[in-house]
């Protein structure tokens, strides 16, 4: 069964899995608002990378929230 049209070209190129890629590792890492890196793949798909760094900043809170849960009894 083939995917509807905005599904099948979702993340179908190299440049936008880096840009993604690039965005969550910054999400996870980084404590301040980043600037994009000067990289062509994330020049050529910014929405990826700022996707990728969304989902990662809500990872990192996911984990402190869990580990405070944990150090806390909560």
Known sequence: MALPYPLSTF???T???HAFV???YAGLTEWK????PDHPDVAAEPHYYKGG???GTLMRW???LA???VAFGL
């Open 67 to 69: 580990l405070g849960g």
């Open 11 to 13: 993340m179908d190129e």
């Open 53 to 55: 760094y969304i989902l």
């Open 15 to 17: 440049a936008e899995i």
């Open 22 to 24: 690039h965005g969550t």
């Open 33 to 36: 608002a980043p600037q994009a």
């Open 62 to 64: 996911g984990a402190l």
